[in-house]
Every structure is written in C-alpha cells, then in structure tokens.
C-alpha cells in the first residue's frame, strides 16, 4: 500500500472559497477608490507630474524659442551649446532612416552640409513661410553611427555626430488620461496589496495556511507534545469532509464555517461547552475518570476526544496555545501511562466509537466503525504518518517556555507537504 497523502489546508489556499461574498463587498469600495483618484487626487498630482516630465526651457527636444540661435552649418552647431534649425517640411516627411524604434532625418544645412537629426516632431513649430519649420531646440552630440546610418556614408558630411533635437523627451499626459491612468494603477496595486494583506492576516487568525511557506501554518505542531497529541485525534480528524487532518493541532483550519461548525453545534449542541470553564472542566472529567486505572471500559475513546476537545477550544479561542500544551501534557500522559502503544489506544478507541453509536440507536454503527478502521489502517500504513511519532514521546511541558524537545516535529515537518487530497 502506498504512503498516505495529507489533506492540508490548500483546498483554499488563497481564502477565497468560503469568502467569495467578501470579494464581491469590494468592487463598490474599489470603484469609489478609483473615482476618488481620478477627479480629487489626479488633478492635484497633475501639476507636479507635468513638471518633472517637461523638458526645461531651452533643453534639447524642447520647443526652440525665439531668442534661440538659428544654426546654418556644422561650425554653428558645434560652436554653439544649444541650437535651432529650419528646415522645409519635405525633409521632416520623407527624408528618415529607422534604427530600431527610433526615426533619424537626412538634413542637409544652408551650409550644403549633410547631416543626421533626430527630432521631437511633438516641438516642431510653424513659421511664417508655408511648408517651412521651426525645429526644436537641439545639440551637437557625438555618437558611434548605427550601420543604418552608415549606409549613407558617402553622402553624410560627417557620422561621428548627429544633431539630437530628441533629448529626454517623453509624450506628456493630458489632464484627463494622467488621473484616468493615475487611478488604473493605483486600483491595482491597492488590490494586490489588499489581497497580501487578507492572506496574511487570513493565515494569523488560522483561517486558511500560507499558500507558498506552508511549513509557517500556525496550526501545524510547535514541539513534540502537540505533534504527539495531534496522532491521538488524526482518525477523527480525518473523517468528515469539513476536516483537513494531521498534524494540524485542530484538526481544521478556521473557516468561519469550521469555528461555527466546532462552537455552536460540535461543542455547544454536543457537548454542552459554551465556555472556557465549560470546557475544560469536561476535559478534566473524560481524563480523571481512567488516571491511574486500568480497569475503565473505552478509555481510548474518552481519552481521544479529550486532546480532540482541546484542539477544538483553541480554534475557536476558549484558551491559548500555552493552556492547550499544558492540557494536551496532563491528557497525553495519562494516555501513555493507560495504553503501551498506538495500536491499543486505537483499538480502544474504535471500541468507543462503535459502543457510543449503537447508544445513540444509530442504524449504520457498524459500518461507520468500520470506516474509522479503514481510516486507521491507511494512516498506520503510511511511513511518515500520525502513528510513525514514537509512542513513548517525551510529553514534558514546562510552563513559560513550552517543549524542550523537538526532535520528533522536525522530522514530521520536514516531510510535510500541503495536499488537496484525502487519504
């Protein structure tokens, strides 16, 4: 028989399956968020985007003003630190060579000169002369001619420089597209972080386990204690669909219908436990009732359901981690000193269940007897396991400081994997 695979937590690994009406609670919140973006915070935000996106007066790939120089040939232009041209349109259309994404123009200056440009048309300005342009602002800029460029070698007066009417140039937004753009972005990474922030918080309060680091669950066992006791409950754990199994120390994340399942109807309805007090003290009465005995009839059973209690109050918040351990302790020795392996606390337990079903006059007892069985025969089987953690567990609690050993939960852990699949 192959190994037994955990059902673990990531049957909904981003919480949203039993939260899907939460999800739809935020498409109202997001829509105002993105309204509020566009026409309250947009227009504030505009005037300073426009001024760290616009060139500076004068700068390359700016408009050219009207005091600027008016370069005629190469002298000018490399004599003069910023510069303008005019050129007829014609050149500006047809005359260009594409290197990569960028377009360059064959110009050729008063001088008769022949040069490469590559210009912002965004700043090309109208004159007085029809079909001729007032190019923008530009500068002399040595490069390493592109082999599209250098197939004009011949017919270029120089290609180890261009005129770079360009600059840093970047199209500016309207008004109107920045806040419509301002307000796509910021939605989407207000939703992202809002979705972190649900699985983190989600995964603090046990709801659901972390969908990467599965090994952090809160819920799987800290020491050697809890692990051990988890095994005493991992046949119940495993057998009801609202249930994940071991080694979570509850055997369920907490779903708000596994807390509602577990407070109102499997601690309220049947057993009565509204409480802290209410809780423990049926605890201690299942534990008391076979300390130091052996001679009580299906102390598996009562024992069992005793740490399977514990881990059911601590899910829904009657105690805390610290008062689970220090219970799981007092139970889990009782359990050692009552039975002397896994198999008779098992046996005991199954013997438990059996008689408690035909108590209650249930018509299936046999068969659902039996289908526990099965389930511990399929956990036993499997190498690594709920009953693969030695019997004869150190269950040592020190109050304050926890386990010391944990040996045994770092080997479990260690090859732990977070399953959707049941047995």
Known sequence: MGSVRYKISNKNIYGFKTNMYQMFLWIPVMIAFVLALE????????????????LGECEAGNKAGADIFVAESIADMER?????????????NYDTVRCG????????????????AHINKNAIQDTDEAGVYRMPAGVWKEWEAPGEIMVFDKILTVTDHYVDMYGDY??????????????????????????????????????FA?????????????????????????????????????????????????????????????????????????VHGLVEEHAGRLDTMYAGWDLCRATQLLGMMYLVKMIG??????????????IQQRFTSWDGLVESYLDGYRAWQEQIGSPDAARSAEQRRN???????????????????DLTWVPGNGMV???VVKRVLSRYRAQDTYL
């Open 101 to 116: 994404n960028h377009i360059y123009h064959r110009i050729t200056l008063p001088s008769g000169e022949k040069v490469i």
């Open 375 to 393: 389930i511990f025969k399929q956990l036993k089987a499997n190498p690594d396991g709920p009953y693969s953690v030695p019997w004869r567990t």
């Open 405 to 407: 050993e944990q040996k």
């Open 39 to 54: 026409f309250a915070v947009g227009p504030l935000l505009y005037k300073i985007y426009q001024r760290n996106v616009a």
């Open 321 to 334: 981690r610290e008062e689970m351990d220090r219970e799981f302790c007092a139970a889990g020795k009782v």
């Open 210 to 282: 972390p969908a990467f680091l599965w090994k952090r669950d809160p819920l799987l066992p800290r020491n050697d204690l809890e692990c051990w006791c988890a095994s005493t409950f991992a046949v119940w754990a495993h057998s009801f669909p609202i249930l994940e199994g071991w080694p979570l120390v509850t055997g369920a994340h907490g779903s708000r219908k596994v807390v509602s399942n577990f407070r109102n109807v499997a601690l309220g309805e049947q057993w009565g436990i509204r409480n802290r007090e209410d809780g423990l003290c049926t």
């Open 80 to 92: 003069m630190g910023t510069f303008t041209l005019i050129i007829k349109g014609v050149v500006i």
């Open 170 to 207: 970047v199209p500016v937004l309207s008004e109107r597209d920045y806040s419509r753009a301002l307000g796509r972005k910021a939605s989407a990474w207000v939703y992202v972080l809002g979705v972190l922030l649900y699985r983190v918080a989600g995964v603090r309060r046990r709801r």
